[in-house]
């Protein structure tokens, strides 16, 4: 197996050239737009702007993929959060960690270029989860809340945008998407008391094209859900993970957080538009379409975190979504019903408000559904989700905003780390009714989920195992350890000159990975001998 490691000290420049330039002309707008079909590549974070995390090929399947082997590492030097899912074109494997981007090999490994990105401003989170890739162009949000263009053949700056301020709180955590000439991103820091909002930016220009704020003022819609206006200003309402777009109508899916602070929802009065909701706009103009809000007036952090999939089942166009709460929603596109709620978990006392005194419920804030949402296999008409069932406190306390300094007004005392149960689980696409669960006493399982066309269902667990169950029955029909590097990050498949191959995201410390020992974050990727 081949393996590489990179060390950037703090003195580099910001790109690092480690070979020859690449020439990188695409993804064209029509593979964008074929990106959830494609066996050649996987370019977004959740593949393509469905984000069903599915891929026709089948080269590697269940009667085989107790074979696999380990074809290569990448080592990128560094811990913290690493939740990205490796995302391929053109044999190349993009993806970043905290300020970093990485190219490298998706073949052998090979660095082929590291761009760092110096931060003039602090920052309160670092975690980043990935990229879009269009026409030659690779781009990200930064933890300093900057939108950055990179050349994708050589990782030189092509330009910056300042979109927030994160010296209060803002940061950009999300991997954008891209479509038609504009770049979609929204911020996040809610916990710190910021105010969410979405942006278009024009892809050549980095320009701002529209903005959309998740908090509502004045006549906006959405703006009598809170009641006490002042509240308004730290209302929260982040956009974590990634995005979904509709291209029959260019409608854009956005699930939006928790409103701040967090644990105090008599400070904010009212349901809280456009917190815990997946929100649609219209992509051109960021004009509101319609919404979803899963839990109104939020008081223990149970975000809609993770992007909803969409789907077509029964002749019906659906949306489904996965949330901190423990909750699969599902919701019929045709008539805006919703259409199923099941858990996933144990879930308790969730409707009881939080007190001094303290609360207990199931899941804590750790827990349920994080940044990785459903996979959707077409063929069987099936949805497969990670959740982790983990209970613990919640208690109501100070609300005091200090800036740069968490607004929870409370606290939440988990459980034990060896209580939580993580699963992996396959739920019938048209009804939500369970149909098979993968369980792990003592282990969390968070990172993405992703299915094939080979009857498989790839994932991985916080202990380091990369495993691939049977998607009709959930049995373990593969497993490796990464050096127990804790896996949050998703896994991606695609196929080189008639090979197929998997890339595993491992090694990520970020919030939920209490307890656990991290060697370091890489990339590993496996195929058949």
Not at 86 to 113: E, H, S
């Amino acid at each position: 197996m081949k393996k590489g490691t990179l060390q950037l000290g703090l003195g580099l420049c910001a790109a690092l050239s480690l070979g020859s330039a690449l020439a990188v002309t695409g993804p064209s707008q029509d593979q964008l737009n074929n990106a959830d079909n494609a066996t050649d590549s996987w370019l977004m974070y959740n593949k393509g702007y469905k984000a069903q995390r599915y891929s026709p090929l089948d080269q590697i399947n269940s009667g085989n993929v107790a074979q696999l082997k380990q074809v290569c590492t990448y080592e990128t030097g560094d811990d913290g959060g690493f939740q990205v899912t490796p995302q391929m074109y053109n044999g190349v494997l993009f993806f970043t960690q905290a300020n970093r981007t990485f190219a490298i090999d998706a073949r052998t490994c090979k660095a082929l270029w590291v761009n760092k990105y110096m931060m003039d401003t602090s920052s309160v989170l670092t975690t980043n989860r990935g990229v879009a890739i269009a026409d030659g162009v690779i781009y990200r949000g930064t933890p300093n809340a900057h939108l950055i263009a990179l050349d994708a053949g050589t990782g030189k700056l092509l330009w910056d945008t300042k979109v927030d301020d994160s010296t209060v709180g803002y940061f950009l955590s999300s991997a954008p998407i891209y479509s038609n000439g504009k770049v979609f991103i929204g911020d996040a820091g809610a916990d710190w008391g910021i105010k969410g909002k979405m942006y278009a930016f024009d892809a050549k220009t980095g320009n701002k094209a529209w903005q959309f704020d998740m908090i509502p003022t004045g006549s906006e819609f959405g703006a009598d859900t809170w009641k006490r206006s002042e509240s308004t200003v730290t209302g929260g309402g982040s956009m974590w993970t990634s995005y979904t777009l509709d291209t029959d109508t260019n409608q854009l899916y956005i699930s939006v957080g928790n409103p701040a602070p967090d644990f105090a929802a008599q400070y904010r009065p009212g349901d809280n538009l456009f917190t815990n909701t997946v929100t649609v706009l219209n992509a051109d103009t960021g004009k509101y379409n319609h919404h979803y809000q899963q839990i109104p007036n939020d008081d223990k952090d149970y975000d809609t975190s993770a992007a909803p999939v969409l789907y077509t089942v029964d002749g019906q166009k659906r949306m489904a979504v996965a949330t901190k709460a423990g909750w699969l929603f599902g919701y019929n596109e045709d008539d805006k019903s919703q259409v199923f709620k099941q858990a996933m978990i144990k879930v308790d006392n969730q409707e009881k408000p939080t007190t001094r005194e303290g609360q207990r419920i199931c899941p804590n804030y750790s827990a349920g559904s994080q940044w990785s949402g459903p996979s959707y296999n077409p063929d069987m008409k099936v949805l497969f989700n990670n959740a982790v069932d983990w209970c613990g406190v919640v208690k109501l306390g100070e609300v005091r905003l200090i800036k740069g300094q968490l607004f929870f007004g409370g606290s939440m005392q988990l459980d034990p780390a060896n209580k939580a149960i993580g699963s992996t689980v396959a739920y019938d696409a048209a009804t939500g009714k369970p149909m098979w669960r993968y369980d792990l006493q003592g282990v969390r399982i968070v990172g993405g989920v992703t299915s094939t066309g080979g009857n498989l269902v790839l994932s991985g667990d916080m202990d380091g195992n990369f495993y691939a169950l049977d998607a009709k029955t959930g049995k373990m029909l593969f497993k490796d350890n990464i050096d127990k590097a804790p896996i949050g990050g998703g896994v991606s498949t695609f196929d080189i000159s008639g090979k197929q191959y998997m890339a595993v995201a491992a090694g990520n410390t970020s919030k939920g990975t209490a307890g656990v020992k991290n060697p370091g974050a890489r990339i590993v990727v496996y195929s058949l001998p």
